[in-house]
Nanobody, 123 residues
Framework: VQLQASGGGLVQAGGSLRLSCAAS????????VAWFRQAPGKEREFVTA????????RPADSVKGRFTISRDNGKNTVYLNMNSLKPEDTAVYYC?????????????????WGQGTLVTISS
């Protein structure tokens, strides 16, 4: 599966953004999809994920209550709705996919990655 992330931009603190991860391939519904992010000078970190059915999600504590992941398997797309954005959310956001229903938080478990989209939050 090939992934393409989009939707990043510059937003003021407290604002909202929606990222999209568009996938190619007819088997998209069999993949669990996650969002990771990497801030300058920091390691890549897990943000949230959604299982292949869309029935289970697992947000990181840092985004719980602010970020929501969803998917539309008919459109081969996963969305990340980000609200109440903070300057510390500034990072390049990557979507990633792994075959199967199990959500993991480790980047090494995801074999397919999009190119990343930059999110910048100004204070």
């Amino acid at each position: 599966v090939q992934l393409q992330a989009s939707g990043g931009g510059l937003v003021q603190a407290g604002g909202s953004l929606r990222l999209s991860c568009a996938a190619s391939g007819r088997a998209f519904r069999t993949y669990t999809v996650a969002w990771f992010r990497q801030a300058p000078g920091k390691e890549r970190e897990f943000v949230t994920a959604i299982d292949s059915s869309g029935g289970n999600t697992r947000p990181a504590d840092s985004v719980k209550g602010r970020f929501t992941i969803s998917r539309d398997n008919g459109k081969n797309t996963v969305y990340l709705n980000m609200n109440s954005l903070k300057p510390e959310d500034t990072a390049v956001y990557y979507c990633a996919a792994r075959l199967g229903v199990v959500i993991t938080t480790l980047s090494r478990d995801y074999g397919f990655w999009g190119q990343g989209t930059l999110v910048t939050i100004s204070s």
